[in-house]
C-alpha cells in the first residue's frame, strides 16, 4: 500500500485571492524545509511556499499542514476550510498557532503550539493511526540537539539559495515590539557539528546552489564565543557566500567581524529600525547607536558583506522633520539594501500592550499587521506623514540610479580594502556580491511596486477609522493651542 501523503504549506498571502503577490525572494523560510525533515518515514512529504506560488487545492494529499505568522491567520482560516471540506486533515503550526493555539483550534483538526522537535514526530505517527489530539504543545526552551537537516531537496527552484539553517535560537535583548517577547525562551546554540552537517546536507542540489547558504537566527551574536568557533568551522566549508542575521552591538567586537569574512559571510541582516535614536530608545533597542552607523557599514563593506537592513516608520518618538531628513541620512549611512516597514504592534508583545493601554490601535484586522498597513494612531505624526514617508523612501532608495551608487561604493570600497588578495579572487568574489545585492534590490523593489505603492493608493483614499479617544485628544490639543 502506498503511503499518506503530507504536504506542507507555508502561507504568505494576507489580503485574499483577489490581492495575490508572489514574492522575488532569494532564499525560502525554514519552518517547511525543518518541518520536512523532522517528518518521520510514514508519509510522503511536499513543502509548497505560497511565496513563490499558488495553492492546488485540488491536491492528492491526505494531510495538509499550514505554518503561519499571525498577518496570515485570517488567510490561514479561510485556507484550512476549504481543505477540510475536500475532506483533507488540517494541521496548523508556526508563530501565530504557537501564540493563541485556543484561537486557532476551532479552524484545524489539530494545532501544534511552540517548537516542533519535540513533538512533530509523535504529531505524524498519532495521525497515520487515526488518533491525532486536538493540540500539541511543546516544551519551552527545550533542548537543541539531534535536529535532522532541512529538506533543501524540496525547495522550489525559484529560489536561488535553498541552503538555509539556524545555529542558535532567541536573543538576549528586550525589543518591545518584537514576537520573541511574547513568551520569552533562553538563549540557545545547537551542536556546531550539526549546524555544518546542515550546510553540507546538500547532495541534491545543483553545485552552485550547495555554494551559498543563509543561516536564520535571531541574533547570531547572542553568545558570542560559540559564535566565533561556529564561523572558524563555517570557514573551512569554502562556501562562496554566507548570509547571517545578527544585532548591531556585534560589530563592535571586531574579531567577529573577521571571523565573519573568514567564513565567507556575504550578506548580513541587522535590525538598524531607525535613524532617531530617541524612537530606537522608546522601543528599548539601545544595543543599536546612531552615531555608529556609518563606520559599522563600513567596516562591513570593506571585508566584502552587504547589509539588508530593518528600517521601520511610525515609531513612538519620529517627527514629520524626522522623515524629511530619512532619505539624505540614508545615503550617509550607506546601508546596501532595506527592508522598510511601518511597525506593527503585534499582538502579545509590550508595544502591543502599549498601544492597547493607550486605546490607540484602531484596525484589528490581523491581515493588515504585516508591516504594509498603519493600524495604530502614531504618536508625533499623523497617518499621511506616515504614508507619504513610507513612498518617498521606498522610490528614493530603490530607485535604479541609487542602487547603481550604492553598487559603485560597496564595489569600490571592498575593492580598495582587499588590495592584497588575489586579483582573481578579488574580482570574482566582487562579482557573486553584485548578484547578491542586485537580487536583494530588485526583491524589495518590485515589493514596494507590486504590493506598497498599491496598498498606500488605497489607504489614502479610504476612510481610516480612529479611536473616539483619539479624536478627543486631537480636539482638546486644537482647543489648548487657540487658549495658549
Same mark, same amino acid.
Given at each position: 500500500m502506498s503511503k499518506p501523503k503530507l504536504q506542507i504549506i507555508v502561507l504568505f498571502?494576507?489580503?485574499?485571492?483577489?490581492?495575490?503577490?508572489?514574492?522575488?525572494?532569494?532564499?525560502?523560510?525554514?519552518?517547511?524545509?525543518?518541518?520536512?525533515?523532522?517528518?518521520?518515514?510514514?508519509v510522503e512529504v511536499d513543502v509548497h511556499h505560497e511565496m513563490v506560488r499558488p495553492i492546488d487545492y485540488d491536491t492528492d494529499a491526505d494531510i495538509?499542514?499550514?505554518?503561519?505568522?499571525?498577518?496570515?491567520?485570517?488567510?490561514?482560516?479561510?485556507?484550512?476550510?476549504?481543505?477540510?471540506?475536500?475532506?483533507?486533515?488540517v494541521v496548523a503550526g508556526g508563530k501565530y498557532p504557537s501564540t493563541f493555539p485556543h484561537e486557532v483550534m476551532p479552524h484545524a483538526d489539530c494545532t501544534v503550539a511552540g517548537e516542533a522537535e519535540r513533538v512533530w514526530p509523535q504529531v505524524v505517527e498519532d495521525l497515520v493511526a487515526g488518533k491525532h489530539r486536538r493540540i500539541y504543545q511543546a516544551p519551552l526552551g527545550a533542548s537543541l540537539e539531534n535536529i535532522p537537516?532541512?529538506?533543501?531537496?524540496?525547495?522550489?527552484?525559484?529560489?536561488?539559495?535553498?541552503?538555509?539553517?539556524?545555529?542558535?535560537?532567541?536573543?538576549?535583548?528586550?525589543?518591545?515590539?518584537?514576537?520573541?517577547?511574547?513568551?520569552?525562551?533562553p538563549y540557545r546554540v545547537r551542536p556546531i557539528e550539526d549546524v555544518i552537517r546542515d550546510l553540507t546536507?546538500?547532495?541534491?542540489?545543483?553545485?552552485?546552489?550547495?555554494? $551559498?547558504?543563509?543561516?536564520?537566527?535571531?541574533?547570531? #551574536?547572542?553568545?558570542?564565543?560559540?559564535?566565533? =568557533?561556529?564561523? %572558524?568551522? &563555517?570557514?573551512?566549508?569554502?562556501?562562496?557566500?554566507?548570509?547571517?542575521?545578527?544585532?548591531?552591538?556585534?560589530?563592535?567586537?571586531?574579531?567577529?567581524?573577521?571571523?565573519?569574512?573568514?567564513?565567507r559571510c556575504g550578506m548580513a541582516f541587522i535590525g538598524m529600525e531607525s535613524l532617531s535614536q530617541s524612537s530606537l530608545n522608546s522601543v528599548s533597542k539601545r544595543q543599536n547607536k546612531v552615531q555608529e552607523y556609518e563606520t559599522a557599514y563600513r567596516k562591513l563593506k570593506e571585508r566584502g558583506i552587504l547589509t539588508f537592513s530593518g528600517f521601520m516608520l511610525a515609531l513612538e518618538e519620529d517627527t514629520p522633520e524626522y522623515y524629511r531628513t530619512v532619505p539624505q541620512?540614508?545615503?550617509?549611512?550607506?546601508?546596501?539594501?532595506? $527592508?522598510?516597514?511601518?511597525?506593527?504592534?503585534?499582538? #502579545?508583545?509590550?508595544?502591543?500592550?502599549?498601544? =492597547?493601554?493607550? %486605546?490607540? &490601535?484602531?484596525?484589528?484586522?490581523?491581515?493588515?499587521?504585516?508591516?504594509?498597513?498603519?493600524?495604530?494612531?502614531?504618536?508625533?505624526?499623523?497617518?499621511?506623514?506616515?504614508?507619504?514617508?513610507?513612498?518617498?523612501?521606498?522610490?528614493?532608495?530603490?530607485?535604479?540610479?541609487?542602487?547603481?551608487?550604492?553598487?559603485?561604493?560597496?564595489?569600490?570600497?571592498?575593492?580598495?580594502?582587499?588590495?592584497?588578495?588575489a586579483i582573481g579572487k578579488r574580482l570574482f568574489r566582487a562579482a557573486l556580491l553584485s548578484y547578491i545585492l542586485l537580487k536583494l534590490s530588485i526583491f524589495q523593489?518590485?515589493?514596494?511596486?507590486?504590493?506598497?505603492?498599491?496598498?498606500?493608493?488605497?489607504?489614502?483614499?479610504a476612510p481610516r477609522p480612529v479611536e473616539r479617544s483619539v479624536q478627543i485628544a486631537a480636539r482638546r490639543r486644537e482647543v489648548l493651542a487657540v487658549v495658549d
Open positions: 498571502q494576507n489580503l485574499g485571492d483577489q490581492q495575490t503577490y508572489y514574492a522575488r525572494s532569494p532564499a525560502p523560510p525554514l519552518s517547511g524545509l525543518l518541518l520536512a525533515g523532522l517528518t518521520p518515514d510514514l495538509i499542514a499550514l505554518s503561519f505568522m499571525d498577518f496570515c491567520a485570517p488567510h490561514a482560516y479561510e485556507v484550512a476550510r476549504r481543505f477540510r471540506e475536500r475532506g483533507k486533515i537537516p532541512p529538506r533543501y531537496d524540496l525547495a522550489e527552484p525559484q529560489f536561488a539559495t535553498p541552503v538555509v539553517t539556524e545555529a542558535t535560537r532567541g536573543c538576549p535583548f528586550t525589543c518591545t515590539y518584537c514576537q520573541l517577547n511574547i513568551k520569552r525562551a546536507a546538500t547532495a541534491k542540489l545543483p553545485f552552485h546552489k550547495r555554494k $551559498l547558504a543563509m543561516l536564520y537566527d535571531n541574533n547570531l #551574536g547572542g553568545d558570542m564565543g560559540y559564535a566565533k =568557533e561556529l564561523l %572558524r568551522e &563555517i570557514a573551512k566549508l569554502n562556501l562562496w557566500a554566507l548570509g547571517a542575521q545578527f544585532s548591531f552591538n556585534c560589530l563592535d567586537d571586531d574579531e567577529f567581524v573577521e571571523l565573519l569574512a573568514e567564513a541620512k540614508l545615503e550617509a549611512v550607506d546601508p546596501s539594501a532595506l $527592508l522598510i516597514s511601518i511597525s506593527i504592534p503585534i499582538p #502579545g508583545t509590550p508595544f502591543h500592550r502599549q498601544m =492597547e493601554t493607550e %486605546r490607540r &490601535i484602531f484596525d484589528h484586522d490581523l491581515s493588515h499587521y504585516e508591516g504594509d498597513h498603519l493600524v495604530f494612531q502614531p504618536k508625533r505624526v499623523a497617518p499621511d506623514d506616515v504614508f507619504a514617508a513610507f513612498e518617498n523612501i521606498n522610490r528614493t532608495f530603490y530607485s535604479w540610479r541609487a542602487i547603481g551608487r550604492r553598487w559603485r561604493r560597496f564595489v569600490s570600497t571592498y575593492l580598495r580594502a582587499r588590495g592584497e588578495e523593489r518590485h515589493h514596494a511596486r507590486k504590493k506598497v505603492f498599491p496598498h498606500l493608493t488605497r489607504a489614502r483614499a
